[in-house]
């Protein structure tokens, strides 16, 4: 296992709790040990701004009142941090909204965990 991949922080912006622990488990399984979980776009600002992930992972449809894409144009205002969208709707006008933030990936829930990996180890060099 890469030190590289224990020392990436993954900021994980989910609001369903099984989603969220399964998640982190998986991502656990690759190599990564700093994974931080919140559940909303608000905390996800707030949280990406005090920790300055290396990878956002967001859900589009959120806790609170404000969704993903909103969350994720914020973030990236802020800083060019690479974000993964997941979203288990699979809405033409969602997607087009999420595409015009140039996302390294836009994954279907069900997540296919071996998609998953190997976007993320390709981002890492791995």
């Not at 994980?12 to 994974?35: C, P, S, W, Y």
């Not at 909303?40 to 009142?65: H, Q, S, W, Y």
């Not at 690479?82 to 999420?98: C, H, K, M, Q």
């Amino acid at each position: 296992m890469s030190e590289d991949l224990k020392t990436t922080k993954i900021l994980l912006v989910e609001d369903e709790t099984f989603n969220a622990l399964l998640m982190e488990h998986q991502l656990r399984k690759i190599g990564f040990e700093l994974i931080y979980h919140v559940s909303t776009g608000e905390d996800a600002i707030f949280t990406a701004r005090l920790e300055n992930p290396d990878l956002v992972i967001m859900d589009i449809r959120l806790a609170g009142e404000m969704d993903g894409i909103e969350a994720s144009t914020i973030i990236l205002q802020e800083s060019k941090v690479p974000i993964l969208f997941v979203t288990g709707y699979d809405d033409e006008l969602i997607r087009l909204s999420a595409k015009k933030l140039d996302p390294i990936g836009y994954l279907l829930k069900p997540i296919d965990m071996n998609e998953l990996k190997s976007i993320l180890l390709s981002l890492f060099n791995q």
